[in-house]
């Protein structure tokens, strides 16, 4: 779980969730326990907002995803409205962990691969971004090509 956690607090850092210098897993390889920078206090996860966990959540996924990738075989990652509950400053910072994600990371270890990211959504706008190929399922044109 190293990478993972490493890859995940470091993500969480980027986002201002919480001062932590640990996640715990249980045994169900889940975020449990968060640890403060100081060592003295460990919280459950329960008691971050819901948004913050939900996120936390995501980037699991994500750092979980860039660990069974490799540069000659990209893994996918389907997010079903992974931020429902997140503000606005967070989604900016989000969308570039979402990016850096899509691209891998060959420099860090292990080398993290690509990922093709798919976002199922009742919110596209929060996920348009430069380079991202957005399919609407309500446009005509994209449902006529699968027309029965």
Partial sequence: M???HDRVLGWMR???IGDYKEVR?????????????DGTAE??????????QEQIGMLVRLALGSILASANEPAVAILDDPLTHCDIGRLNKLRIILRRAAE???NLIPPAGPLQIIVLTCHPEWFRDAGATVIDLESLEVMSRWAV
Avoid: C, H, W
């Fill in 2 to 4: 190293g990478p993972i």
């Fill in 14 to 16: 980027v986002l201002d």
């Fill in 25 to 37: 897993f249980n045994d169900a390889f889940l975020p449990d326990k968060l640890m403060s920078r």
């Fill in 43 to 52: 919280f459950s996860i329960q008691e971050e907002s819901t948004g913050a």
């Fill in 104 to 106: 891998g990371d060959q």
